[in-house]
């Protein structure tokens, strides 16, 4: 199983950014899609996820900016992001949580990281 994220970049405050992940690979279901983040010198922390039933969550300082978006019959997940601020600098991983086999447990997969930069 493999999540492949793409979209990052440098944008300058104010501006918008589309991140996506795809995952591929063998596998029988995934149960969440989301994205986290890490600045420099900070943990990973949530920003957006979706669960297989359409149900969001967002850390607070995203709601109203950035929209997630999820297409279970692609496997994909994206995150439209708006109104970017420097603090939203940061590097930006895919995550999902997959059954590879019917009745088999729920496994944590993260994508390769995509750096976001936001100049002031």
């Known amino acids: 199983v493999q999540l492949q994220a793409s979209g990052g970049g440098l944008v300058q405050a104010g501006g918008s950014l589309r991140l996506s992940c795809a995952a591929s690979?063998?596998?029988?279901?995934?149960?969440?899609m989301g994205w986290y983040r890490q600045a420099p010198g900070k943990q990973r922390e949530l920003v957006a996820d979706?669960?297989?039933?359409?149900?969001?969550n967002y850390r607070d300082s995203a709601k109203g900016r950035f929209t997630i978006s999820r297409d279970s019959a692609k496997n994909t997940v994206d995150l439209q992001m708006s109104s970017l601020e420097p603090e939203d600098t940061a590097v930006y991983y895919c995550n999902a949580r997959i059954q590879r086999y019917i009745g088999g447990s729920y496994s944590t997969y993260w994508g390769q990281g995509t750096q976001v930069t936001v100049s002031s």
């Open positions: 979706v669960t297989d039933d359409g149900s969001t």
């Open positions: 690979g063998t596998f029988f279901s995934i149960y969440d």
